[in-house]
């Protein structure tokens, strides 16, 4: 099946973006299909940084979860990469799409986490209309 | 799984390179990383091991024109080739939308061309795909051995191993030289128009997609 978004379906997305993270001040947040497409996305990196670190942060989220099956878990709850200058935030929106948003360390996980729900819960009724 | 962005205006299609482990896949997408202009080729990324055999894979954007105003992009992978990463290649192989499968003109690799296209068929199965309608032609890649005294198969015993029931096109090619190489890119990327153009019709059918789609001031 493929996936169709049309023009308002994109704004909706970005404006949640916006709203529940990036006005937060994380840097950089999209979404990703379990097959890589970039979906939608707004921050500070350029769309050329941006494309391949879709591609491989929805590989890395399947491989994540395929880790968690061989050890007997269904999922783990928080995917989260901690380095120096950025951060990286995992949620899933449903079996098809991620959200990630990329965050500095002058903004707290919990907040990261708590605007990844509302953004999730937002999202999930855009994107099953599609 | 082709994803169709009304407001940008772009389709973005899937590509995968498929084949035995060492045949060359990923040279086929160096080669077009390195030679293609960077207005159509974006940044390429690759997660490789120490030995440089594809671990993960290798990634590639790539815009190759347009169609009803809509620009196309295609995302090239490469999946490792090696037997023990099936589960890998799975992942690589979620919604694709088109299909080379890079054979290797070894003889001791007659086998292994085999056993890999089945294990594609295997896989794209478990997608619910089949190898006989996606998007699909083969490359019979390292020709340039034929030079050398390495013993390699005939493209007669290739086609006839690995062409006979499914009758795609296939090209002959050395990737390391680049032969061959800008050829099966050209045919898979006009067989995935054609293929993502019936589908847009179909949505424009059902409604989904506007008639006319205007084009990006």
Same mark, same amino acid.
């Given at each position: 099946?493929?996936?169709?978004?049309?023009?308002?379906?994109?704004?909706?997305?970005?404006?949640?973006?916006?709203?529940?993270?990036?006005?937060?001040? !994380?840097?950089?947040?999209?979404?990703?299909?379990?097959?890589?497409?970039?979906?939608?996305?707004?921050?500070?990196?350029?769309?050329?940084?941006?494309?391949?670190? @879709?591609?491989?942060?929805? @590989?890395?989220? @399947?491989?994540?979860?395929?880790?968690?099956?061989?050890?007997?878990?269904?999922?783990?709850?928080?995917?989260?990469?901690?380095?120096?200058?950025?951060?990286?935030?995992?949620?899933?929106?449903?079996?098809?799409?991620?959200? !990630?948003?990329?965050?500095?360390?002058?903004?707290?996980?919990?907040?990261?986490?708590?605007?990844?729900?509302?953004?999730?819960?937002?999202?999930?009724?855009?994107?099953?209309?599609? | 799984?082709?994803?169709?962005?009304?407001?940008?205006?772009?389709?973005?299609? #899937?590509?995968?390179? *498929?084949?035995?482990?060492?045949?060359? +896949?990923?040279?086929?997408?160096?080669?077009?990383?390195?030679?293609?202009?960077?207005?159509?080729?974006?940044?390429?990324?690759?997660?490789?091991?120490?030995?440089?055999?594809?671990?993960?894979?290798?990634?590639?954007?790539?815009?190759?024109? #347009?169609?009803?105003?809509?620009?196309?992009?295609?995302?090239? *992978?490469?999946?490792?080739?090696?037997?023990? *990463?099936?589960?890998?290649?799975?992942?690589?192989?979620?919604?694709?939308?088109?299909?080379?499968?890079?054979?290797?003109?070894?003889?001791?690799? #007659?086998?292994?061309?085999?056993?890999?296209? +089945?294990?594609?068929?295997?896989?794209?199965?478990?997608?619910?795909?089949?190898?006989?309608?996606?998007?699909?032609?083969?490359?019979?890649?390292?020709?340039?051995?034929?030079?050398?005294?390495?013993?390699?198969?005939?493209?007669?015993?290739?086609?006839?191993?690995?062409?006979?029931?499914?009758?795609?096109?296939?090209?002959?090619?050395?990737?390391?030289?680049?032969?061959?190489? *800008?050829?099966?890119?050209?045919?898979?990327?006009?067989?995935?128009?054609?293929?993502?153009?019936?589908?847009?019709?179909?949505?424009?059918?059902?409604?989904?997609?506007?008639?006319?789609?205007?084009?990006?001031?």
């Amino acid at each position: 099946m493929d996936l169709i978004l049309t023009q308002d379906m994109i704004t909706k997305l970005e404006e949640i973006l916006s709203n529940e993270l990036l006005e937060h001040g !994380v840097d950089h947040a999209f979404v990703v299909d379990s097959s890589g497409n970039l979906i939608t996305e707004g921050g500070i990196f350029p769309p050329e940084d941006i494309m391949p670190l @879709a591609a491989l942060l929805s @590989a890395n989220f @399947a491989a994540t979860e395929r880790i968690a099956k061989l050890i007997g878990e269904k999922d783990f709850t928080l995917l989260f990469h901690k380095g120096s200058r950025f951060n990286i935030h995992f949620g899933r929106i449903n079996q098809d799409f991620i959200l !990630v948003t990329l965050f500095n360390n002058e903004v707290s996980l919990g907040l990261v986490r708590l605007g990844s729900i509302k953004a999730i819960e937002q999202m999930l009724p855009v994107l099953q209309a599609a | 799984m082709a994803f169709i962005d009304l407001k940008r205006k772009e389709i973005r299609a #899937k590509l995968v390179f *498929y084949g035995p482990g060492r045949g060359g +896949k990923t040279t086929n997408v160096l080669h077009i990383h390195k030679t293609m202009s960077r207005d159509v080729c974006g940044k390429m990324v690759t997660v490789d091991t120490r030995g440089d055999r594809t671990l993960f894979f290798d990634f590639l954007p790539l815009t190759i024109g #347009k169609i009803m105003n809509l620009t196309i992009r295609i995302q090239i *992978y490469t999946v490792p080739g090696q037997v023990l *990463y099936n589960d890998t290649r799975k992942l690589v192989l979620r919604g694709v939308d088109g299909i080379v499968f890079v054979a290797d003109s070894l003889r001791v690799q #007659k086998d292994p061309n085999i056993e890999s296209l +089945k294990n594609l068929e295997e896989n794209l199965r478990d997608e619910k795909l089949s190898i006989h309608e996606i998007p699909l032609v083969l490359q019979y890649n390292k020709r340039d051995l034929a030079e050398s005294n390495v013993p390699i198969l005939s493209i007669a015993e290739m086609q006839n191993d690995l062409n006979r029931e499914l009758g795609v096109p296939a090209f002959k090619a050395s990737a390391l030289r680049g032969e061959g190489v *800008y050829e099966t890119l050209r045919e898979i990327s006009k067989r995935m128009i054609r293929s993502v153009t019936l589908k847009l019709k179909s949505a424009q059918t059902q409604g989904q997609v506007p008639q006319d789609i205007p084009p990006t001031p």
